[in-house]
């Protein structure tokens, strides 16, 4: 299934090492309905596998991505870019693509900002946060299991995440790059921010609701526009001594 994100259809063993196959059972048309969570689909599922083979002993893995038919331009470039091979239908030779001088978190990121566009077109918004507002509404009247149907379970996130980073990215800058931090392979880079997982916080959402909604990211980032010493200083109640980031936390008063 194409969107199994965290798994590897098939393993093999070869004279040359170890091979993983991801399948995907659409059509090119169906593929190409659908641009940016294709692009997404895919770069996760081959960077993950091949993520998953680097941690194994012996050789890398090939990584082989095996449609039914041919597929759209742009996927080929994507799997290129990931170093994938390509089987078509049901032969079981695969080819090496062409190389491409574009990364994969070059081509994300150019999804997830097409991806952004697609769905504020979709809810009918011109303005990102109305649109993340409108989007935040579907899970929450019906949130998606990720078992249950992992399709619009993985879409969710990723246009959550897509819509909260464009109104970021128009804020304060930023792309996306690879992370391993991340469930879905790519983090925000925002300057003076650092890395944000956009990704890990729209999955939150999803499962536990409203008190990890996306808006919270964004008020994080208003937070760091207040210069430190002007911080309001809170208090953290705890019942016992702890440690906390490499320093001694003790209580002012017993009890």
């Known amino acids: 299934m194409y969107s199994s994100l965290h798994k590897i259809d098939v393993t093999a063993s070869t004279p040359d ?32 596998a091949r993520a998953y083979g680097a ?26 870019s990931a170093g994938a091979r390509l089987m ?21 990121d150019r999804a997830f900002a097409a991806l952004a566009g697609r769905v504020q077109r979709r809810v009918g918004l011109t303005d990102p946060a109305a649109a993340l507002k409108a989007l935040e509404a579907e899970p929450l009247a019906d949130p998606p299991d990720v078992n249950d149907d992992e399709i619009t379970y993985w879409t969710r996130v990723l246009e ?3 819509v909260v980073t464009e109104i970021i990215r128009a804020r304060r800058g930023g792309h996306w790059i690879e992370s391993e931090s991340a469930e879905i392979p ?48 809170l208090p953290s109640l ?18």
């Open 160 to 162: 959550l995440a897509a």
């Open 238 to 255: 705890r019942a016992v001594d702890a440690t906390l980031e490499d320093m001694i936390v003790r209580p002012l008063l017993a009890n």
């Open 88 to 108: 078509v239908g049901d032969t079981t030779e695969h080819r090496g693509l062409a190389a491409v001088d574009i990364a994969p978190a070059t081509l994300a």
């Open 17 to 48: 090492g170890p091979l993983y196959v991801q399948t995907d059972h659409r059509s090119a048309d169906e593929i190409a309905a659908e641009p940016e969570i294709s692009t997404l689909f895919a770069l996760t599922r081959i960077l993950l």
């Open 55 to 80: 941690k194994q002993p012996g050789p890398a893995p090939t990584i082989v991505y095996a449609p039914i038919g041919e597929i759209p331009d742009f996927l080929v470039e994507v799997l290129a």
């Open 186 to 233: 790519f983090g925000f880079e925002c300057p003076n921010a650092g890395t944000m997982l956009p990704t890990n916080r729209a999955q939150r959402f999803i499962e536990d609701g409203e008190q990890e909604s996306m808006f919270y990211l964004l008020a994080s980032l208003d937070d760091l526009r207040v210069p430190e010493h002007e911080l309001p200083m």
